[in-house]
């Protein structure tokens, strides 16, 4: 690997453990003042590592020189006084903190699993909630959590800086909860890792439609969740289940040359069997109790595609009835418009589209490619090519990346 993408990806997956940490030890009033350092450590990494090559441990150097812009910035801002006397000796230095290889394992994932949980506090609107954890722990910048927040840019800016605000207000020690901070905040945990896989497997950046790092960091701190007493939930289970069945497909997703691959055109024998079983095991475990959450329809849907030998012989009755549950639980426009792509499997493309003429689209569904993309497939299969013809040329012109527009291309073009 190259180091630009050793740095890129490595940074992302430490990205959360350093902001969490560091946090941990100075407070939330000096969360700007932690990202900052952060970051610093990572435009460092990209001078130096080039020249002087990469280091033997790479997340020690990074905690380093993270630990060491912190503190001199602590020093030089209050001069050794009240926040360093609170915080750590007088005499402190940037070399008296340890690498993250000496903190144990458990300080670590209990320090991110906190910071999970205070991004979602419940006196801030969801959207900020969604919006802080993303930036926090997942390294996304403003212009990925943008996209996957349908809002502008400027909108993403204000919600993190008033999340922050409210943060530095509420406590000063940002990671200390209650119990019951845990049972009430699970919910907005478990969206922020489900929209960070969504953008793991459908990536908002040009250059990189399958981000397999964010994946395996969006599982990893769902797992943390999961096998912890505060996150343990059937609910946690079966988005895990959802994870690793998405996962099981995602390496025959790409062809050799990276453009995107559909259903259909995906070679089966290179889904990783071991994972979709492991799927199945979460999926199983999230049966326990009476709960049954999206998590489970979307769990669902992707065990039927993942069980079935071709899509000619998926069951996409079950998959209907789990998106038309989808449709009462967690009201979508997506929703809907996975249900009509099922009913075409089932009925035909006229009765797909049937029920697309009872939609009334969202402004933000109107203007993404998808809902165009859909309707120019289905008129196509129904026998109107220049209706379908329409429809594709919208939806290639408002597609985000190149690797999506050559899939459309191929898919919509006669």
């Given at each position: 690997m190259s180091t630009e993408g050793l740095v890129d990806n490595f940074f992302r997956h430490e990205y959360g453990r350093m902001v969490s940490v560091l946090a941990r030890r100075v407070g939330a009033r000096e969360l700007d003042a932690v990202e900052d350092a952060v970051q610093s450590a990572l435009v460092k990494a990209l001078d130096t590592w080039p020249v002087a090559g990469q280091p033997d441990n790479p997340s020690a150097w990074l905690f380093r020189v993270a630990s060491n812009r912190l503190l001199g910035e602590l020093r030089q801002r209050n001069r050794r006084g009240r926040l360093l006397e609170q915080h750590g000796r007088d005499d402190a230095t940037a070399s008296d903190v340890p690498p993250p290889t000496a903190f144990?394992?458990?300080?670590?994932?209990?320090?991110?699993l906190r910071m999970l949980f205070a991004c979602c506090d419940e006196s801030l609107p969801v959207e900020s909630q969604l919006a802080l954890a993303l930036k926090l722990l997942c390294g996304f910048d403003i212009r990925e959590i943008a996209l996957r927040l349908f809002t502008s840019e400027a909108n993403v800016y204000k919600r993190i800086e008033r999340a922050r605000k409210r943060l530095r207000d509420r406590s000063p020690s940002i990671l200390d909860l209650a119990p019951d901070d845990f049972a009430t905040r699970l919910g907005a945990v478990l969206e922020v890792l489900y929209l960070m896989f969504t953008e793991a497997h459908l990536s908002s950046r040009a250059d990189e439609p399958?981000?397999?790092?964010?994946?395996?960091?969006?599982?990893r701190l769902a797992t943390l969740a999961a096998e912890h007493p505060l996150g343990r939930a059937p609910q946690t289970s079966a988005l895990l289940a959802l994870m690793h069945l998405h996962a099981a497909r995602m390496s025959a997703r790409e062809d050799p040359r990276g453009a995107l691959l559909l259903l259909e055109e995906q070679d089966r024998s290179l889904w990783d069997t071991k994972r979709i079983h492991l799927g199945l095991s979460w999926l199983a475990d999230a049966a326990r109790g009476d709960t049954y959450s999206r998590y489970h329809a979307e769990a669902a849907i992707a065990a039927e595609h993942c069980l079935a030998p071709s899509v000619a012989e998926t069951r996409w009755d079950k998959i209907e009835q789990s998106y038309a549950f989808l449709e009462t639980i967690a009201p979508s426009a997506m929703h809907a418009v996975n249900r009509a792509l099922a009913v075409a499997q089932l009925r035909?493309?006229?009765?797909?589209?049937?029920l697309l003429d009872q939609l009334e689209p969202p402004a933000w569904l109107r203007n993404s490619y998808v809902w165009p993309a859909v309707l120019s497939d289905l008129h196509r299969r129904a026998g109107d090519r220049e209706l379908a013809a329409s429809y594709a040329a919208q939806a290639i012109g408002q597609a985000p990346s190149d690797p999506i527009r050559a899939l459309l291309r191929r898919r919509l073009q006669p």
């Open positions: 144990l394992a458990d300080e670590v994932r209990d320090d991110m399958i981000r397999r790092e964010l994946c395996d960091e969006a599982i035909g493309p006229g009765a797909g589209l049937a």
